[in-house]
């Protein structure tokens, strides 16, 4: 991959909705990006319950999985373990990439919201907020609690954006998948980046 393709950093955390970050990383392999993938444990055992996509243990199998699931380039998907220190997400002073954390479990929540890092995942959403990039954080979770509302609170204050997993009906969906793709269309949009998936508002349907 051309290294002036654009970068972005997806971590996959245990919270239900792993079809949302699966098709993520189809659209922004479809798109041209390089992708930075961090899965949690609790993230394997989501997939493998939710899908039929089975996830390898180690990160060089995981990547080519993944790559081959997405249908990607050689290099245009790298998956870091959950401790590997040294991968460009892990510092301030590696590539400038944009976070999604897809889905994002309420755990994780409470980890970025006091600035925890015990895993690369965390050290990743601390260092997005610490060098004011983009933080996409796709909440899956019903109802919230006290807790959770003030973690989102306090995240959108540091410059955070939370993103529920609410997809909308006026695209008038005829499938799970359509409702799949109208969350990856509002983070592709929230990304900068171009997106066929669902029409914007205004915009006529195809």
């Known amino acids: 991959m051309a290294e002036s393709s654009p970068v972005i950093n997806l971590a996959i955390t245990g919270a239900s909705g792993a079809q949302y970050a699966l098709r993520l990383l189809q659209c922004l392999v479809a798109g041209g990006c390089r992708v930075n993938v961090m899965v949690s444990r609790a993230a394997q055992v989501v997939i493998a319950t939710e899908t039929e996509f089975r996830l390898p243990g180690s990160p060089p199998a995981m990547a080519e999985a993944l790559a081959e699931y997405a249908g990607a380039k050689a290099g245009q998907v790298q998956v870091f373990g959950r401790e590997d220190w040294f991968s460009p997400p892990a510092s301030g002073s590696g590539e400038k990439a944009p976070l999604v ?21 965390e050290r990743a959403g601390d260092v997005a907020l610490k060098e004011r990039r983009p933080l996409i954080l796709v909440l899956r979770e019903s109802p919230y609690s006290e807790v959770h509302l003030e973690n989102m609170l306090k995240l959108t204050r540091m410059g955070a954006v939370i993103m529920p997993a609410s997809p909308g009906f006026y695209h008038k969906p005829q499938s799970l998948d359509d409702l799949v793709d109208f969350m990856v269309a509002r983070i592709l949009d929230h990304l900068g980046l171009p997106q066929a998936l669902v029409p914007r508002w205004g915009e006529k349907q195809s």
Do not use: E, K, Q, V
Not at 101 to 121: F, V
């Open 101 to 121: 954390i897809c889905p994002c479990s309420t755990g994780t929540l409470s980890a970025l919201a006091t600035g925890a890092s015990n895993n690369l995942i």
